[in-house]
């Protein structure tokens, strides 16, 4: 047979579709295969033996009850912006304003805990900043939702200019806020009187915001899978033109999905402010805008999927600051280990998509067809 | 007053590192490949060669030479470059990943590891030396031409920069004439506006997006290169490269997928990020926070304008963000 007409090596073809079983599988394998290559490269950098480096991403992660307890916290942050992008995600509308709404948010709920503190009742102030951490990230996603609607403008670059404004608006807010003057910080906000904090439940400081978190996880599962809206979300992800020709009008979905979406990074914010940190930065969100769009995208719109992947990811973060102060490296470590992480996951879709068949392994199958009728008429 | 030729210069230095992502991300995304983790390749580019400087000048022992301390930071910005394209290539060319998805995890993992390796190079080489100032290696890359100072202000404006700087406009100009005026080019664009007619016409759309990912990201290496070795004066600062890797991506669209209109909006673009420096506020700190939306803000409004306009010739390469799969139909 001459060299050009072989049939290649290798010949990828598409997969109908997998049975979940065998794709979480696969996700899992990936997982696993992440975590050896995060070992390896731990070993390189400390000297330790594999084992004593789980072992120390484990302490981290759950060590105290404190530690858990941040954990936990942690989680629900990273678990709300991913559930905030999923509806824009969904539709195909690519949301990296994730950081800019959370920080509008937040410097909302911080300025009305500065401005109302002691003159009205606790109360009165949680509600307002409330409402208006939400609609003010609400409005921060709708203007590049407005624009992608009527004129079609970029959507990946206009939200994530957005971004930059929060920061540099926050940034300017601080400098006037700042306490005491000239330290580019904010200080912790009404702490003797703790007006505009959140209450505690019982002696836990972070479990309302768990139970929150929790909660707008369920009904946002809700919303996308039995809903209306939800449907018309999904119409439109998959293609504009049939959403226009059965009827649904597509800007206007659009831009009530971005809506949502800014609305729950916004509530997002003001639970950090209000209920945890209780004062504002410029990196506030930390770089988990843009994490949460590819929790999002690895849990394919799954609810408990993306609360397993939030998990993963903040235990490893966790875990990796851990190994980090043990050994005097860079807190940054885990953000490598994250990023190794998200590589294999995000790999690991290509072979629940393809198939790939090696030349050879084809004609056995062949054969094995061509035979085998004839084996069932003797 | 209004300093202009204090300006001038320092705006063309802001918008080096500007220049270099445009240029890489250019070539990218004209073979179809939106590559988001530029801000991570610039971050590599620069820790890279800092590592190879910092090494270098550690085992150089005070006897530093003009060209390894060139050409080891060089070589190992572009193949620390190199890598993450490839890493981005193999996900989305291979793999057929998303990549909006791939870039943004570069952009963390990049990130990450440019943060790393900046703050624990030095407990991880185990020297006794403080903190990263490579200001002997740096001199070399910011070493301007003889007479640059004794020719007045055009020496000032046009001579008075580091090699980095010159090879980042030739390197655009370079860049448009081959994207423009050759086959190669020519093939390349069809490989970014419609790849099964391109694939239909013989041409090999894997090598070309592999090598055009590649070759765009070593070029925007290069800028987080500059940016240390040359701006900066060797001084390695954790997340001082800022935000310049998503302006760059920015800049893609403000000058219409065109690498010779960016040399002229970077250096645009980098007035803009300087601009707060020179515009006179008294005592009110805050406000200059304010000047600093500058150059997001003109982003925004670019961003409306050319969607409100909507010319054929403005848009973007027509399958840009798409993998390429032959057997899809």
């Not at chain 1, 579709?17 to 390896?40: F, G, N, P």
């Not at chain 1, 937040?106 to 307002?128: D, F, N, Q």
């Not at chain 2, 991880?124 to 903190?131: H, M, N």
């Amino acid at each position: 047979m001459s060299k050009a007409n072989r049939e290649p090596l290798i010949h990828i073809t598409k997969r109908k579709e997998m049975d979940w079983k065998q794709a979480w599988i696969i996700r899992v394998i990936s997982i696993v295969c992440a975590l050896i290559v995060c070992a390896l490269v731990t070993m390189v950098m400390t000297g330790q033996d594999p084992l004593s480096i789980f072992g120390a991403i484990l302490e981290g992660a759950f060590g105290t009850e404190r530690k858990l307890w941040i954990l936990g916290k942690e989680t629900a942050v990273l678990l709300c912006v991913s559930v905030a992008m999923a509806p824009a995600f969904r539709m195909k509308f690519w949301n990296l304003g994730g950081e800019g709404q959370m920080l509008i948010g937040a410097w909302l709920t911080a300025a009305c805990m500065i401005y109302l503190g002691g003159k009205v009742p606790s109360v009165v102030i949680i509600l307002i900043s409330l409402i208006g951490a939400i609609a003010i990230g609400a409005v921060w996603a709708g203007i590049p939702a407005f624009f992608k609607a009527k004129w079609n403008t970029n959507e990946v670059l206009f939200t994530l200019m957005m971004n930059y404004v929060a920061i540099q608006l926050v940034a300017y807010y601080i400098i006037i806020w700042e306490n005491p003057k000239g330290s580019f910080n904010v200080g912790i906000i009404n702490q003797s009187t703790r007006d505009g904090w959140l209450p505690y439940i019982g002696s836990f400081q972070y479990l309302l915001n768990i139970l929150v978190v929790a909660a707008v996880t369920v009904l946002m599962y809700v919303y996308l899978q039995y809903s209306k809206h939800g449907y018309e979300i999904a119409v439109v992800g998959e293609s504009q033109s049939t959403a226009r020709y059965v009827g649904i009008k597509v800007d206007r979905v659009i831009i009530r999905t971005l809506l949502v979406s800014g609305g729950i990074c916004g509530l997002c914010g003001f639970l950090m402010v209000a209920g945890t940190d209780h004062t504002i930065t410029t990196t506030l969100a930390g770089g988990r805008g843009f994490l949460g769009i590819l929790v999002a995208w690895l849990a394919q719109f799954n609810s408990l999927a993306m609360v397993l992947v939030s998990l993963l990811l903040c235990v490893m973060s966790r875990g990796a600051g851990e190994i980090s102060t043990d050994y005097g490296l860079n807190q940054s470590f885990g953000d490598i280990l994250t990023g190794i992480i998200l590589f294999f996951i995000i790999g690991s879709e290509f072979f629940i998509n393809y198939r790939i068949n090696v030349r050879g392994s084809d004609k056995v199958i062949k054969e094995a067809k061509s035979a085998g009728p004839e084996g069932g008429l003797h | 007053m209004f300093d202009l030729f204090a300006f001038i210069p320092r705006a063309i230095v802001q918008g080096i590192p500007l220049l270099f992502g445009c240029t890489g991300e250019t070539i990218s995304e004209k073979a179809g490949s939106l590559n988001l983790g530029i801000p991570g390749v610039m971050y590599v580019g620069g820790i890279c060669g800092v590592i190879g400087a910092f090494l270098y000048e550690q085992s150089a022992d005070g006897n530093v030479q003009a060209f390894p301390a060139i050409a080891i930071p060089l070589l190992a910005c572009l193949a620390g470059s190199l890598l993450m394209g490839l890493l981005f290539s193999v996900l989305t060319i291979t793999l057929r990943v998303n990549q909006n998805v791939v870039g943004l995890a570069m952009t963390t993992f990049g990130v990450g590891i440019g943060n790393f390796f900046g703050g624990s190079l030095i407990k991880l080489t185990g020297s006794d030396v403080p903190s990263i100032i490579l200001s002997s290696t740096s001199a070399y890359f910011s070493k301007t031409l003889p007479f640059a100072h004794s020719t007045g202000i055009f020496g000032k404006l046009v001579l008075s920069y580091g090699f980095l700087a010159y090879v980042a406009v030739i390197i655009a100009i370079i860049t448009a004439y081959v994207l423009k005026r050759t086959r190669v080019g020519l093939q390349l664009r069809a490989v970014g506006e419609n790849p099964a007619t391109a694939d239909a016409a013989g041409v090999n759309i894997t090598k070309y997006k592999y090598m055009a990912t590649c070759i765009g990201c070593m070029i925007a290496g290069l800028g987080g290169l500059y940016y240390v070795m040359d701006y900066a004066s060797g001084v390695w600062t954790n997340d001082a490269f800022g935000d310049r890797g998503w302006l760059a991506i920015a800049l893609v669209i403000f000058t219409l997928w065109r690498p010779n209109v960016a040399i002229f909006g970077s250096f645009l673009f980098g007035g803009l990020c300087i601009l707060y420096l020179f515009i006179p506020t008294g005592t009110e700190m805050a406000v200059k926070e304010l000047y600093k939306m500058l150059p997001y803000v003109v982003t925004i409004i670019v961003l409306i304008l050319t969607g409100m306009r909507n010319k054929r010739e403005n848009q973007p390469p027509e399958s840009l963000g798409l993998p390429y799969f032959r057997e899809d139909r």
